[in-house]
Each structure stands twice: as C-alpha cells, then as structure tokens.
C-alpha cells in the first residue's frame, strides 16, 4: 500500500485527473501496513486524499467496488491509462481470466479490450506456476506487469525514496516526466562502495 499512495501522491501533484478504484480489500491492507484508517465510502476516501495530497477541487474521484456507473466501467469511456497498484495475485487473476465481478476487474478488461495502457504492480513472492502464467496471460493480452521490487544502485537512504524507484518507473511507462528517483549514469553509482 505505501506503493499505491506514494503514487496516487505523485498523479496528484502531476495535475493528472485521478478516478481511484477503492476496494475494501485496500482499507484493511492499509491499515496494517501504514496503520491508516480509512472511510469506508468512495466519495469520502476522495475527500480524505484530496486533502492529505493537496488535489484540486474535482482532480481526485474515487469509484466503490460496484459502482457500475463509472466512466471508467465502459469502452465508452476508458481512461488514458490504468495502473493496479498493489495488485494482488486474485487481482492478477482476474484480469487475467477477463473476470468483471469488481470495477476494478472490469475497467482492467475495459483497458485491455481498447488497446490502452493498463500496469500491474505485483508484490507477491515466490510466485507459483499459476501467477507466472497468469502474468504471461496479461502481458500478452497487452497489460505490463511492473513488479514492486525497488532497485539499490541509488543508495535510498529513506523509506519514501524506496518507493520511489518503483514509483518513478510506473510514471515512466505512463510517459510523465518525473524526478522521483536518480537516473543510471546520472548519479553516485559507479563510484565503488565507499561513494
Ligand atoms: C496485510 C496484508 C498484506 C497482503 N499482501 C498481499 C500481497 O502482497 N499479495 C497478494 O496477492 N495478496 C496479499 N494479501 C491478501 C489480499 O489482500 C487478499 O487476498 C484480498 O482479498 C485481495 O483482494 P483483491 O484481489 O481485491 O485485491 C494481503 C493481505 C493482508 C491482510
């Protein structure tokens, strides 16, 4: 979870128009990992981070579990792009086996089926045959799946710049320019370990 709010933070500071698939699923992750709690319903989850993250009146829209109602729920109205950050190997799943029983399912297959950009952002380890086909299957039917594994060349010395090589690499498949982590050949590696 520290993974998807660092970047819905940096979609918010982009001045990307962000529709957030809330899922009950995120609430109870959240809570053990970052010790956050947060409001059960959709539009009071848009409240909370529009004003955790400083978002602009109407950037942030946050759509429940069933809320068929959502743009995003049609090929009518898809997204740019679509990023499932963390993704859960039942999510991975049921992208993969073209499932529709959560919005979150349904706009993925949407993304899919219009050729548009969709990222899996994975955590899961070791991974079974089953993920691994499972991954094979998206990616082939057009999804990247980006794993969650922060790189070290950088020498991150906070948690948050952790996150961000993984973060800045998301940003980067969804073409926005960012500064979140230090680029190779640009920084300190290289330089041996006493750098
Ligand atoms: C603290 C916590 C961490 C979890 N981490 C993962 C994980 O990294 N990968 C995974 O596939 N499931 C993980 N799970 C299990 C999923 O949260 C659980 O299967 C959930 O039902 C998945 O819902 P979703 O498929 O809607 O995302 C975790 C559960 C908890 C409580």
């Known amino acids: 979870m520290p993974y998807g709010l660092r970047l819905l ?13 809330y899922s009950q699923a995120a609430q ?7 010790g956050l709690t947060l409001p059960t319903r959709a539009r009071e989850a848009a409240d909370f981070f529009s004003a955790r993250f400083g978002a602009a009146a109407g950037q942030l829209r946050a759509f429940g579990r069933e809320d068929w109602f959502a743009p995003v729920a049609s090929g009518s109205n898809p997204a740019d792009a679509m990023v499932i950050c963390p993704c859960t190997m039942g999510t991975l799943a049921a992208v993969a086996c ?27 380890t ?17 999804a990247d799946v980006l794993p969650a594994s922060p790189s070290f060349y950088s020498k991150p010395a906070t948690l948050d710049s952790l996150l961000d090589t993984v973060v800045g690499r998301v940003l980067d498949q969804l073409g926005l320019q960012n500064k979140l982590m230090p680029r190779w050949g640009e920084g300190p590696e290289g330089k041996g370990e006493d750098s």
Do not use: C
């Not at 070791?126 to 057009?142: D, K």
């Open 9 to 21: 933070e940096s979609l918010l500071n982009a001045g990307t128009q962000v529709f957030l698939l």
């Open 28 to 34: 109870i992750v959240v809570h053990q990992e970052l």
């Open 126 to 142: 070791p991974l079974s045959a089953i993920h691994l086909e499972n991954m094979l299957a998206v990616t082939r039917a057009g």
């Open 98 to 124: 073209g499932l529709a029983d959560s919005l979150i399912e349904r706009a993925a297959d949407v993304m899919l089926k219009e050729r548009r950009p969709l990222i899996l952002v994975p955590r899961e």
